[in-house]
């Protein structure tokens, strides 16, 4: 079993930027496909980003795409969700997690194992 740790998140102000980091501990983290997705209050938990296991291929949602970058390094057992331009909607706790088997989606019950989230705070 995998187990998922996030960090870096934090205050800042609209226009800024931050990077976000999971780091995997247990099994081989090169096996699994990742996934980021966060929740604001009272919203559903929404998808992010996602990649391949092999980091081929990134998915984004319509709302960060060009604003935020995925990327893996599968030396360090750590994803990043490199995250600029914030906007104050991008508030949010912000998750990583694990898919084990197929491609990566955009819905967060595909995915198995969850870290315990980041808060990321964009202010006006």
């Known amino acids: 079993q995998v187990q998922l740790v996030e960090s870096g998140g934090g205050l800042v102000q609209a226009g800024a930027s931050l990077r976000l980091s999971c780091a995997a501990s247990?099994?081989?983290?090169?096996?699994?496909?990742m996934g980021w997705f966060r929740q604001a209050p009272g919203k559903e938990r929404e998808f992010v980003a996602a990649?391949?296991?092999?980091?081929?291929?990134?998915y984004y949602a319509d709302s960060v795409k060009g604003r935020f970058t995925i990327s893996r390094d599968n030396a360090k057992n750590t994803v990043y969700l490199q995250m600029n331009s914030l906007k104050p909607e991008d508030t949010a706790v912000y998750y990583c997690?694990?898919?084990?088997?197929?491609?990566?989606?955009?819905?967060?019950?595909?995915?198995?194992?969850w870290g315990q989230g980041t808060q990321v705070t964009v202010s006006s």
């Open positions: 997690a694990t898919k084990t088997w197929g491609t990566p989606t955009s819905l967060w019950y595909d995915y198995n194992t």
């Open positions: 247990g099994r081989t983290f090169s096996a699994y496909n």
């Open positions: 990649m391949t296991l092999s980091g081929s291929s990134t």
